[in-house]
């Protein structure tokens, strides 16, 4: 059986970790996208108004570290997937702080403004703003 963390204890690891991630714990967690999927998400993807992420592609890593975004492996991969009324807030503050600006602006990367990477991340989690 796989372990699953309790409500308290994902918004206890999303406290623990640099702010810029936050969102990114929370959706990972919330909206059991996988990391790909998160990491190629643009703002155009999110609709506050309607608490939805669109997944329109996922990120992947060729051996070398170069990142790029693909298309999903099938139609079921475009979805759009709610997130609950509760993240709102979480949602609106990452947009104002950390996300790109422009509709096709990333919504996580990293401090130096690179796109973050599976492979990076749970160096960089610990990190400052």
Known sequence: MRPVLTVAEVFALADSIAPRYRLLVLLAAFTTLRFGELAALRRRDVDPEGLTVTVRRAQA?????????????????VRSVSFA????????????????????????????????????????????P
Do not use: I, M, N, Y
Request: charged content about 30%; overall charge neutral.
């Open 61 to 77: 890593e060729l051996q070398d570290g170069r990142l790029f975004d693909k298309a999903p492996k099938s139609a079921a991969g």
């Open 85 to 128: 009324a509760e993240l709102l807030d979480e949602v609106q503050h990452h947009l104002e702080h950390f996300a790109a600006p422009g509709r096709d602006g990333p919504r996580f990367r990293r401090a130096a403004g690179r796109a973050v990477a599976a492979e990076q991340l749970p160096g960089r989690l610990g990190q400052g």
